[in-house]
């Protein structure tokens, strides 16, 4: 299956109030689009609607590969080592073949045998991104991921970015702060009027 995700026309609605309208794009393989917008725009709301979390209020979103979608908690099982709850996963996915290298992209052989509840916040996010390159999806929903990354880790998360569209995959990535991701597509939202 060739990945792709398209919004056509798409509208969101949070507790009663329209938060976009008629947004349209489309992501094809190799593809990256960045969402940006003030906070309380709909950036995380976008991404929940890309990840079929949350239906739109009007339009149509297309999305065909397998999705991953990374939020504010990693959801990694806080009692397990790093490499035990990110192989639990990567197993979960089919992909314990891609545990090894999601942990090298962000560092974190080094700190395998931690328990998660002990690691820091930048640690834990990086082993949160870690996670989504293990689950050896096509298109990578990331909700602001450069939340609590130094800058080393900012550019981990643009290398791996550039590796994931190289093999023909797509990454719709929220942001407020910068992340480089070459030639992307932007979807800048702003006030509803
Ligand atoms: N469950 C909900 N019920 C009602 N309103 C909500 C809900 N979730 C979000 N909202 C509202 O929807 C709007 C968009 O929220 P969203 O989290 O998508 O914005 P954002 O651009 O990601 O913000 P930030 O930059 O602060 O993370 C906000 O006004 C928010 O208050």
């Known amino acids: 299956m060739t990945a792709a995700l398209a919004f056509d026309g798409v509208a969101c609605m949070r507790g009663g109030r329209t ?3 008629n947004l349209s794009f489309d992501l094809n393989p190799g593809d990256a689009g960045v969402v940006s917008g ?8 976008l991404v929940r ?3 079929g979390l949350l239906a739109p209020a009007d339009g149509v ?5 397998r999705r991953a979608l990374l939020g504010e908690s990693s959801a990694l099982d806080r009692d397990l080592t790093l490499v035990r709850a990110l192989g639990f996963w990567a197993g979960i996915d089919g992909r314990a073949d891609m545990l090894e290298e999601a942990m090298a992209a962000f560092d974190l052989m080094p700190i395998a ?11 834990r996010r990086r082993a949160g991104l870690a996670r989504i390159v293990a689950s050896g999806a096509d298109v990578w929903l ?3 991921p450069a939340n609590g990354l130094d800058e080393s ?12 569209r190289a093999r023909g995959g797509i990454a719709l990535v929220a942001t407020h702060t ?10 800048a939202l702003g006030p509803v009027r």
Not at 38 to 45: C, I
Not at 113 to 123: C, E, N
Not at 153 to 164: D, G
Request: proline share 5%; glycine share 8%.
């Open 153 to 164: 880790a900012v550019a981990m998360l643009e290398a791996a970015i550039v590796v994931h």
């Open 49 to 51: 609607i890309a990840a």
């Open 142 to 144: 990331l909700d602001e």
């Open 178 to 187: 910068p992340i480089a991701i070459q030639s992307a597509r932007r979807i």
């Open 19 to 21: 938060v976009f309208a």
């Open 113 to 123: 045998a931690i328990p998660v509840r002990l690691l820091s916040t930048g640690q």
């Open 38 to 45: 003030p906070n309380g725009v709909g950036k995380s709301s």
């Open 61 to 65: 979103v297309h999305a065909s590969g």
